[in-house]
Structure formats: C-alpha cells, structure tokens
C-alpha cells in the first residue's frame, strides 16, 4: 500500500480566510513533503518534515504555515493567501530522507483563492 | 543550468505502439537516483520507475523501462504497448545525495497522447 490521502481535494478561499491542508500516509514513512504545482508545471518543493522536524523551508512566504503533529500527519495552514497562490497542492512522503528513497505523493488539493 | 531537461513538450504514439520519452540530467554528483513520475488529468502524481546512479542494469517496471546512459547523463522512459490510459504528462526527476537528498528535482515534462 502506497498512499498517501489529502483533504479536501478541491478548496476555495477568500484573501481573508484561513484554511487548512491535510496529509496522511500510515506506511510509516519518516519524510513528509509540501510540492506547489501551477498548471502545465511541474511541482515546486515547498517543505520538508523529516523524523517530525522541518528539515527544508524553500523560502516560502509565511502565509503558508506548516505543521507536522506526528509522523503520520502534515498540515499546511493558509492564511491571507494571494490569488496567485490558487494551485495545486500536492504531499508526499517517503521512507526515510536521502536519495534512493522513492517519494508517494497523494492526488493533491486544487486551491483557489478569490 | 536545467538539472532535469526534457526536450518534447508533447508526444503522440499509436495504440499498441512503444514510446521514449527523453530526459537528460546535469549532476556533478557522483550518488544520485533518477525517477519517473505519470500525472493524468486529475492530478495525482504516481511514480512509475526508479535508477539509482550505481545500478548496473536499466530498470524495469512491467511495460516501463529505463534506458539509462550514464555517460551520456541521460534516463529516457520508453514505454512498450502503449495503452490510451497511458495518455499523461510525464515528468522526470532527479534526487542528489548532496545536502540530505530531500529534493527532488522535476523536469518541465512531456504530454504524452495515446492514439486509437
């Protein structure tokens, strides 16, 4: 069993609203991972939580807010998100950080923000 | 400098037919892991096939092959048998050993387009 589920799929947001992603994989996986991907891109790495600690902060505008409340669980909060933040958001994870371990990413969150 | 290139923006194969789709890497690392990954329409992004840097034989997933040139610093997918579900951006991407091996590196894709 290889999956990784986000919540919700799809989310739609005011500038002034605050909202949370949800990402949870039970493979016992020690790496988990925040990718942005706008259409017809590819992903972009925002986050790394490795063994519950954020490892990786691609310098990331601090309206997005990460949280990793045990080894199974990744949240991303959003707040006063900018319409150019509407994307898809996409969480991985993988056994262990380092190079060989294959990254499992879930069907992502499509964002829009109004 | 790309890391990841991947020079076909779109394909189209016959039914039945295989298909490569081309990737080159840039790396100065000697510890590296190459991947595939297929993204349909509705997002999910599912990964197909995996060449570690100092593995000797090309990878092999069912109807997914690497064609891995080291020399070359190239990973091309092909793809025996196309299926119209094989209809998809494909991506190719790479993790580096320096700094932790955390990111994964994308290149910009291929669509691919599954003919009858």
């Known amino acids: 069993d290889t999956e990784v589920t986000q919540t919700p799929k799809h989310l739609v947001m005011g500038m002034t609203n605050k909202k949370s992603l949800k990402c949870e994989q039970h493979m016992g996986h020690r790496a988990m991972y925040w990718y942005k991907q706008k259409a017809k891109k590819p992903p972009e790495l925002m986050f790394v939580y490795s063994y519950e600690k954020l490892s990786i902060n691609e310098s990331v505008p601090s309206r997005f807010s990460p949280e990793c409340p045990n080894s199974s669980l990744l949240n991303l909060h959003l707040h006063a998100l900018q319409p150019e933040d509407s994307a898809l958001y996409l969480c991985a994870s993988s056994q262990n950080p380092g190079f060989k371990n294959i990254q499992y990413f879930g069907a992502g969150t499509r964002l829009s923000v109004l | 400098a790309q890391k990841i290139t991947q020079t076909q923006p779109g394909m189209f194969v016959q039914e039945k037919e295989a298909v490569t789709l081309d990737c080159t890497y840039d790396?100065?690392?000697?510890?590296?892991?190459l991947f595939w990954y297929k993204q349909p329409s509705s997002g999910e992004m599912i990964f197909l096939i995996y060449?570690?840097?100092?593995?000797?034989q090309n990878a092999t997933e069912g109807r997914y092959s690497l064609n891995f040139q080291k020399a070359r610093k190239s990973a091309n997918l092909v793809i025996s048998a196309s299926q119209l579900g094989d209809s998809a951006m494909y991506f190719c991407a790479m993790r580096e050993s320096l700094g932790g091996g955390n990111k994964l590196t994308f290149g910009t894709g291929t669509q691919l387009k599954v003919e009858l």
């Open positions: 060449q570690g840097s100092y593995d000797q």
């Open positions: 790396t100065s690392d000697p510890s590296y892991g």
